[in-house]
């Protein structure tokens, strides 16, 4: 157990609609990354906060935003789905150094119909 | 250009050998961390292994181990008797310093290894 918390596990949703994927980080962890993996794809990086701020982007659409809150938990939303933003969406945790590992949740697979 | 390189998107090895799986990378930090991570069919995300830029030991746990070759700028994984339960995706990834401000983890490609039997 990683300690970081997604949900849903599953998500299936029909074009056009707008879907909200939750992260736990792990305790102590200030900061939250998102990543996209579509299929046979690595992770793209999407979007940083730390201790509720955004700190980084990456290849995020306009289409899609996030937020951490004050109890540090984030949420990543995807608006106006499109077929091809079905993938398998990671949150990881982790200290901000460059020899800790990030903690990752157990992702949430979502399917655009 | 990319960050992390792994050249084999999949490898075969028999079970109980020992098989390399390839990582380059790509950074002018000083300081920086390799890590690898795998991803069985049911899709988590697994940290195996971790090594520093300042380390001068090669990095072990278990069966794994990590040929880290500065120079070369080349951290390769190594498994050794290799189980059917070794049949994953494996990501190479980095930290680098402080660039613009955040230790973004930068994953490779994956390679997908198959262990037989």
């Known amino acids: 157990d990683s300690g970081v918390t997604q949900t849903p596990k599953h998500l299936i949703t029909a074009t056009g609609q707008r879907v909200t994927l939750r992260c736990s980080p792990r305790?102590?962890?200030?900061?939250v990354y998102w990543y996209q993996q579509s299929l046979d794809q690595g992770l793209q990086f999407l979007i940083q906060?730390?201790?509720?701020?955004?700190?980084a982007k990456g290849n995020i659409l306009e289409r899609f935003s996030a937020q951490q809150f004050p109890d540090l938990h984030s949420e990543l939303n995807l608006s106006s789905l499109e077929l091809g933003d079905s993938a398998l969406y990671f949150c990881?945790?982790?200290?901000?150094?460059?020899?800790?590992?990030?903690?990752f949740g157990q992702g949430t697979r979502l399917t655009v119909v | 250009a990319q960050k992390i390189t792994q050249t084999q998107p999949g490898m075969f090895v028999q079970e109980k050998e020992a098989v390399t799986l390839d990582c380059t990378y790509d950074?002018?930090?000083?300081?920086?961390?390799l890590f690898w991570y795998k991803q069985p069919s049911s899709g988590e995300m697994i940290f195996l292994i971790y090594?520093?830029?300042?380390?001068?030991q090669n990095a072990t746990e278990g069966r794994y181990s990590l040929n880290f070759q500065k120079a070369r700028k080349s951290a390769n994984l190594v498994i050794s008797a290799s189980q059917l339960g070794d049949s994953a995706m494996y990501f190479c990834?980095?930290?680098?310093?402080?660039?613009?401000?955040?230790?973004?983890?930068?994953f490779g490609r994956g390679t997908s290894l198959i262990v037989h039997p």
């Open positions: 990881a945790s982790s200290l901000e150094t460059v020899n800790t590992e990030a903690f």
């Open positions: 305790s102590g962890d200030l900061s």
């Open positions: 906060y730390y201790n509720g701020e955004e700190r």
């Open positions: 950074t002018s930090d000083q300081s920086y961390g």
């Open positions: 090594q520093g830029s300042y380390d001068e």
């Open positions: 990834a980095m930290r680098e310093g402080w660039a613009g401000g955040s230790y973004i983890p930068t």
